[in-house]
């Protein structure tokens, strides 16, 4: 069975995670979307919160799991017997950092390989950053993240989108 995790922050996941979830489950058997608890940093959605919505954007894709880990992604990576890492690439902004993440993991783990999956066109300029500022001032994000998604940035801003 060809297993894949697939980290990151999802504050709140995007249409572009979804395509790499989409596209990656055409690969993988089964992939598990770990949600970082970040302690440093204040995030918009609680890990909860985040997970749920996931869950929900995720519930035509029987292949998905969602978790959430505390620490070293390779630790967690091991912890749940898993080799393969799955990240998506948007531009060449993102390869340098996608490159550093890689090579540190490779560096604790040489079992432990990062799979890219690059975005598609359309999706290319979405960052869940981006759509927190947007939804902020009450404009149109439709087109960034699924109708559940919306409703939870409703809620957390106070506020009607356009
Ligand atoms: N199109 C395609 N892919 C996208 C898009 C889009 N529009 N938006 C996001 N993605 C991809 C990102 O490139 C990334 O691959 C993934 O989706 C998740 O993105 P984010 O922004 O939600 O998550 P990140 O990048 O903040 O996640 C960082 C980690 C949590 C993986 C990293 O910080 C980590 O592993 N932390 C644990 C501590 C650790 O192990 N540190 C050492 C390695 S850095």
């Known amino acids: 069975m060809k297993v894949a995790i697939y980290p990151g922050s999802f504050d709140p996941i995007t ?50 799991e969602v978790d959430s880990f505390d620490g070293l992604l390779i630790d967690y990576v091991k912890s749940r ?11 060449i902004s993102d390869f340098e950092y996608e490159l550093q993440i890689a090579s ?33 001032y009450g404009a149109d994000v439709k087109d960034l993240v699924p109708p559940h998604v919306i409703t939870a940035l409703q809620e957390k801003f106070g506020q009607e989108t356009r």
């Open 15 to 64: 249409y572009g995670h979804l395509d790499i979830l989409q596209r990656g489950a055409k690969v993988f058997d089964k992939i598990i979307v770990a949600v970082l608890i970040n302690h440093n940093k204040k995030p918009l959605f609680s890990v909860e919160e985040r997970k749920e919505l996931i869950r929900h954007a995720t519930l035509d894709l029987p292949q998905v």
């Open 81 to 91: 017997d898993v080799n393969v890492i799955l990240r998506g690439l948007r531009a």
């Open 104 to 136: 540190i993991n490779r560096k604790l783990s040489e079992q432990v390989e990062t799979f890219f999956l690059m975005t598609s066109n359309n999706h290319s300029f979405i960052s869940s950053a981006m759509v927190k500022e947007v939804a902020r």
